[in-house]
């Protein structure tokens, strides 16, 4: 089990692991297959160049890419305290396996890393049970639904919005 920054020389890698999980978790993520498959390797791989304050992770079974979880700070400077992870996936047969919670941990212990991040954001999506299950076993606390955040044809899915705190201020 290796879990590790996202590189440029991984993008085709990101890419068709990414395409995968639009196609099998529809519902898991507000980009859309249709919108990604367009990308070419190069468009991806900038896109996923890591920063200071961001990075995608990857966990690989020998040299086989199964997992991904990207993590970005706010940008704006009100809400620059917190961080946000985004896109993860971990192939259906490696879940239920420690994998997910290696790189949701891997992901959040970056954040600790990035000088004035307090808080890390996650979202789940209605029916996906697996993750809300794991995103609350990892100190992860709800604090709201917001109800239709995404419609797929007419399915609506509600989002719950999640947030662990790193530190608290002393003010």
Known sequence: MTIRKLLAEDAAAFQTLRLRALLDRPGAFTSSHAEESHLTVEEVAARLAPMVDRAVFRAFDDDRLIGIAGLGREQMQKIAHKAYIWGMYVEPTYRRQGW??????????????????????????????????????????????EPCAMQIGYTCYDEEHMVRVLRRSTR
Do not use: M
Request: glycine share 14%; aromatic share 8%.
């Open 100 to 145: 997910g919670r290696r790189l949701l941990e891997t992901a959040v212990e970056f954040a600790t890393q990035i000088p004035g991040i307090r808080q890390v954001n996650i979202s789940v999506y209605g029916g996906n049970d697996g993750a809300r299950r794991l995103y609350l076993s990892s100190d992860f606390v709800p604090h709201g639904v």
